[in-house]
């Protein structure tokens, strides 16, 4: 059967099109800047800073997603800000965390070789710290940059960047568990937040993933 007005196979289309959004996928800066999406709308010029690239790189890079429907775009003035297109790109990019966690031995060497070496603690879930939370049995940390938390975090979170922590210790409490978190699952700052607690002899952990993956799933932020 051949679609009336493309005289393609549709089966075939809709693979073409399926295809169009795995090679967006395809390419380690896209992936990055759709993490950094993920924690909100970013100016172009912000994410290339963030990402190190080019403003011109950048933007070749958003257009690619964005023609694939996975960020949207939104002038104002002379600035174009992008965002992710739904927090269903948002558990995209879940699922093909964990599909290469489970299936691709060189994401596994990575894991266990930095991740896993700073942190062998079982995460805590996202429901895990919702109801610890609400009980009042955790500190929640957001090692976020300032921006990133103002435009949205866990209920009750506290903001300190890593490179803050010594300063800022005698205002976290030694008689409760600290749950970290940050930007994603794969996010260095709760990492490195969580190891130098502990040398300081608090009580710390981090959150299973990030600010996104617990706004896409639909839990309260502020």
Same mark, same amino acid.
């Given at each position: 059967?051949?679609?009336?007005?493309?005289?393609?196979? !549709?089966?075939?289309?809709?693979?073409?099109?399926?295809?169009?959004? $795995?090679?967006?996928? +395809?390419? @380690?800066?896209?992936?990055?800047?759709?993490?950094?999406?993920?924690?909100?709308?970013?100016?172009?010029?912000?994410? $290339?800073?963030?990402?190190?690239?080019?403003?011109?790189?950048?933007?070749?890079?958003?257009?690619?997603?964005?023609?694939?429907?996975? @960020?949207?775009?939104?002038?104002?003035?002379?600035?174009?800000?992008? +965002?992710?297109?739904?927090?269903?790109?948002? &558990?995209?990019?879940?699922?093909?965390?964990?599909?290469?966690?489970?299936?691709?031995?060189?994401?596994?060497?990575?894991?266990?070789?930095?991740?896993?070496?700073? &942190?062998?603690?079982? !995460?805590? +879930?996202?429901?895990?710290?919702?109801?610890?939370?609400?009980?009042?049995?955790?500190?929640?940390?957001?090692?976020?940059? !300032?921006?990133?938390?103002?435009?949205?975090?866990?209920?009750? @979170?506290?903001?300190?960047?890593?490179?803050?922590?010594?300063?800022?210790?005698?205002?976290?409490?030694?008689?409760?568990?600290?749950?970290?978190?940050?930007?994603?699952?794969?996010?260095?700052? +709760?990492?490195?937040?969580?190891?130098?607690?502990?040398?300081?002899?608090?009580?710390?952990?981090?959150?299973?993933?990030?600010?996104?993956?617990?706004? @896409?799933?639909?839990?309260?932020?502020?």
């Amino acid at each position: 059967m051949e679609n009336a007005v493309t005289g393609k196979n !549709p089966k075939k289309e809709l693979f073409e099109q399926l295809a169009s959004v $795995a090679k967006a996928l +395809s390419h @380690a800066v896209r992936l990055e800047l759709m993490e950094h999406m993920g924690q909100g709308e970013r100016s172009v010029e912000g994410l $290339a800073e963030l990402v190190g690239n080019s403003v011109a790189n950048t933007s070749h890079h958003l257009l690619i997603l964005r023609r694939a429907g996975l @960020a949207e775009a939104r002038k104002a003035g002379k600035n174009v800000f992008y +965002s992710l297109s739904g927090d269903d790109v948002v &558990d995209l990019l879940g699922s093909l965390r964990l599909t290469a966690e489970r299936h691709n031995a060189e994401v596994e060497r990575v894991l266990s070789g930095y991740f896993q070496s700073r &942190d062998d603690m079982e !995460p805590l +879930s996202r429901e895990e710290l919702l109801s610890r939370a609400k009980d009042g049995l955790v500190t929640v940390l957001d090692v976020r940059p !300032p921006d990133e938390f103002a435009a949205g975090h866990v209920p009750g @979170a506290v903001n300190i960047q890593p490179t803050e922590l010594d300063k800022q210790l005698k205002n976290l409490p030694k008689d409760q568990e600290i749950i970290a978190y940050c930007r994603g699952a794969y996010c260095v700052l +709760s990492f490195e937040a969580v190891a130098e607690l502990r040398k300081k002899g608090f009580k710390a952990r981090r959150l299973e993933e990030g600010y996104p993956e617990w706004k @896409a799933a639909g839990l309260p932020v502020d």
